[in-house]
């Protein structure tokens, strides 16, 4: 059971260990629509929410691959057929002169890629998120750790779930208006 | 709750590995290193001396304008640049910003590659001296074409005069290698600055900077979602710019060693060029680095293992370049060429002989005194090899420029170099640029990484369990 308005219930830590320890029981209790909030990477994190693989490698490999292709090809479209210039008798398709440029535009887009792929994959810039409502949690950038339990996740009950994240001995746990 | 005034302070002090407590000093805790970074921002008052050494940045900045005003107005007659030397102090200065540069992208990308520790409270403001060298650099070629208004015909685009660029021209090369890093340089900044900005954006007291932070923060939450992506997107930028910073100064000695010029057609230029960025550029890191952790006692994080260890490869990076000078004077006399061996001896013994045992001098014999760890390990001493080798490698491009232009094949188009008050004016100019960008930086962006420096806490790493 739910009530409208509410985004979820969100549990608060101040060490490290004890954010990953709740994380990996509320997983394993079946909770699946749950994040938790660090100030700094927490390796442990991710495996204890077993989240995915990130596909931002992907992304990557193809923007390498297209500023590549892109850079080469500029380069022999430009020097054998849109303009040919005989300089110092050098052949039009000059390939290995045509290297350094076509390096730097595969790194260019592979590095675009890589910044744009992760604001993209995690839904940034983004002006307003609930987590927000949480008056404490100013301090996720600071020295505390949360974890979010979402009210759209099946095993979700505003009782059982709020009693099950006390159980983890947060400091405290606050709903989440939306 | 027994912390529940203040957890940071109550955190036992649980003994750390000694490897870890010389990058952070003893007692710090995520609080402690948040507070004490954030509020050079956004609480301390701005110490008086911040606006002395701004307002002599500043007053630079606009005598580099007065400079580039009258530069464009006559045109760059008023450089000394002329023929044979067509290459003057513009270029020397390009190569000796761009090769500062390298340094922050060593730090910041090489270094995370290869888990040295003690990157991580250096890293930020390496960084972000990388992008005012490469702002101090482009100034140079782009005003060098003479008509710097139709700089853009360097890059390739559909245009009403049909003409595309030459891509089999280093200069070109150049183009492609500089903006790029330029770019790179800044995204990788900017991306290792989101979380930080988050922690200004909730810590701030006044509106407007909450707002102006939390426009830049984008909304980051510390997700830790978000954090696996991050920490993907991170790893693979300092992927992405290991090989781009060596490529940029291979391509800035391709501007040199593809040319024919006794002294220059050598294939030794991109290592030894390399090797010297990093050598200038980590000067550039300590001449920055010393004064700003004593003006804001910065001392428990810029520790002196960092001084030390940016000492050390200072040393190394230097070796190589003396190595290279060996080199190149070795390689003059074994080619058996009469114009490279000319180039050498001219070198030595020619109306720039001063120039040239001065670069010996400065960077080949003074940084052998950083073998003694007494020297190595004195700040005011580190702090003067800083401007020695900043001044060596200086010297090191004015040779390689002047000295192999100004006499190459035909006697009769000898010629000598010098530059003029416009050539130095400019040059003090991007000086005051470059500081005038560091004095705000440090004032409105946190000089160090707050959320690498949490990572290195003691306590920070939470073991895996694997099953």
């Given at each position: 059971m739910t009530r409208p308005g509410l985004y979820g219930l969100m549990a608060e830590f101040s060490e490290p260990a004890a954010v990953v320890a709740a994380a990996r029981k509320v997983h394993e209790a079946g909770y699946r629509k749950v994040d938790a909030f660090s100030p700094?990477?927490?390796?442990a994190l991710t495996e204890a929410l077993a989240l995915p693989r990130s596909r931002l490698p992907l992304f990557v490999l193809l923007g390498g691959i297209a500023g590549l292709a892109a850079g080469y090809g500029l380069e022999y479209w430009a020097s054998v057929i849109e303009y040919p210039m005989n300089i110092g008798g050098k052949p039009f398709h000059s390939w290995p002169a045509f290297v350094p440029p076509a390096f730097e535009t595969t790194i260019l887009f592979a590095a675009l890629a890589a910044v744009l792929g992760m604001l993209a994959l995690n839904g940034l810039p983004e002006p307003y998120h609930p987590v927000f409502n949480v008056p404490t949690f100013a301090l996720a950038t600071k020295d505390r750790f949360f974890l979010c339990v979402e009210a759209t996740d099946p095993h979700f009950d505003l009782d059982r779930t709020w009693s099950f994240l006390l159980s983890l001995e947060p400091r405290v746990v606050s709903e989440v208006e939306q | 709750m027994a912390d529940a005034a203040d957890p940071g302070l109550a955190r036992d002090a649980t003994p750390a590995p000694p490897r870890r407590e010389e990058l952070v000093g003893p007692g710090h805790d995520f609080a402690s290193v948040t507070e004490k970074i954030s509020s050079i921002v956004l609480q301390r008052r701005t110490p008086w001396g911040w606006f002395v050494g701004f307002a002599i940045a500043f007053a630079l900045l606009q005598g580099m304008l007065l400079a580039v005003g009258y530069l464009l107005f006559v045109g760059i007659g008023v450089w000394g640049v002329t023929i044979p030397i067509g290459w003057g102090m513009d270029i020397i200065n390009f190569v000796w910003w761009i090769g500062i540069g390298h340094a922050g992208t060593l730090i910041s990308a090489i270094l995370l590659l290869l888990r040295q520790g003690w990157r991580t409270s250096i890293n930020r403001f390496a960084e972000a001296m990388t992008l005012f060298a490469v702002a101090c650099a482009a100034f140079y070629p782009v005003f060098h074409t003479g008509r710097p208004w139709l700089a853009y015909w360097l890059f390739p685009y559909p245009n009403t005069m049909g003409l595309w660029p030459n891509f089999r021209s280093p200069l070109i090369w150049d183009v492609f290698a500089v903006s790029t890093y330029g770019t790179v340089s800044l995204l990788f900044w900017f991306v290792g600055l989101v979380p930080d900005l988050a922690t200004l954006r909730d810590r701030a007291r006044s509106k407007p900077w909450k707002i102006l932070y939390g426009i830049l923060a984008m909304g980051w939450r510390g997700s830790a979602r978000h954090w696996h992506n991050y920490d993907t997107a991170y790893l693979l930028l300092a992927g992405l710019a290991t090989p781009l910073v060596v490529s940029v100064h291979t391509v800035v000695s391709f501007d040199f060693a593809i040319g024919i010029i006794p002294g220059w057609h050598?294939?030794?230029?991109p290592p030894y060029f390399v090797a010297g960025a990093i050598y200038a550029g980590f000067a550039m890191v300590l001449t920055i680095a010393i004064p700003l952790r004593k003006f804001y006692a910065l001392e428990d994080f810029i520790t002196m293992r960092h001084l030390e260890n940016m000492a050390k490869v200072m040393l190394a990076t230097g070796l190589i370049v003396a190595y290279g000078y060996m080199m190149e004077a070795f390689m003059a006399w074994y080619s058996a060429d009469t114009y490279e061996r000319f180039a050498i001896w001219n070198r030595m013994t020619g109306p720039y002989w001063k120039m040239y045992w001065a670069l010996i001098l400065c960077n080949v014999v003074a940084p052998n005194t950083l073998w003694v760890k007494n020297l190595r390990t004195s700040v005011p001493y580190l702090f003067f090899m800083s401007l020695v080798v900043s001044v060596g490698m200086w010297l090191e491009r004015f040779v390689i420029i002047v000295t192999s232009l100004h006499r190459d094949f035909l006697p009769s188009s000898w010629g000598i170099y010098r530059g003029t008050f416009f050539d130095w004016s400019a040059f003090i100019g991007t000086l005051g640029l470059f500081s005038t960008l560091l004095f705000l930086f440090v004032r409105f962006l946190p000089a160090i990484s707050i959320f690498e420096m949490r990572t290195i806490l003691p306590g920070a790493e939470v073991e895996e369990e694997h099953p």
């Open positions: 700094y990477p927490v390796e | 050598a294939t030794i230029f």
